[in-house]
């Protein structure tokens, strides 16, 4: 048997990508309903906009809780695959996402680094590009809402160019979630200990 320690993190995972892909759906509905406020001002549009915007952030905290604690988990699980590897603290892990600046740069890197450290099977061209991409497309989003609010509030093209962009975030997200939490399974699963036959 295994500590929990030692398990790859599966059912965080599952959880996480569920609660990230139901986040990316509400946040496209919240977005159309402000719009629709933003354009036609009325009592019903107030009602709806503050309503999804509502739901959405019920969706969206145990998205972003569950993320944290599972990237909490594997960073914990590839430090003990590479002790060498040296990985960023915990709090640092999870605080730097909070930070302003720094969250554009850093947690990238963070899950990087958990991900080389997780398996020898982590293909540098393939995996990286994939944490790439991701972050690529989550950092863009942001962006186009930044220059949305301020340039064009009511822009349907923007409001299409950056809920695309965050769906494709949250579907590139899974599959991170997904690679790092099999290469630390598949990993785990190697380094477990044999149980010693009872003697007769």
């Known amino acids: 048997m295994t500590s929990t320690a030692r398990k790859a993190p599966w059912i965080l995972a599952r959880s996480a990508q569920a609660a990230i892909a139901a986040a990316a759906v509400a946040d496209a509905f919240r977005a159309a309903a402000v719009r629709d406020h933003y354009l036609h001002h009325t009592d019903a549009s107030l009602h709806k906009s503050g309503f999804i915007s509502m739901i959405f952030l019920y969706v969206s ?23 060498q590897a ?73 409001l299409i160019v950056a809920e695309a962009l965050m769906i494709a975030a949250a579907v590139l997200l899974g599959l991170v979630i997904e690679r790092i939490t099999a290469l630390q399974s598949a990993a785990l699963d190697a380094t477990v200990p044999v149980a010693p036959l009872a003697q007769a």
């Open 61 to 83: 905290a145990p998205a972003i809780v569950l993320f944290l604690v599972w990237l909490a988990q594997s960073r914990r699980n590839a430090q003990e695959l590479s002790p």
């Open 86 to 158: 040296s990985p960023a603290s915990r709090g640092w892990t999870i605080g730097a996402w909070f930070i302003p600046v720094v969250n554009f740069f850093v947690p990238r890197r963070f899950v990087l680094d958990i991900g080389r450290a997780s398996s020898a099977s982590w293909e540098p061209k393939r995996d990286t590009a994939l944490v790439n991409l991701w972050w690529i497309a989550w950092i863009t989003h942001a962006l186009v809402l930044v220059v949305a609010d301020r340039v064009a509030p009511g822009s349907m093209a923007l």
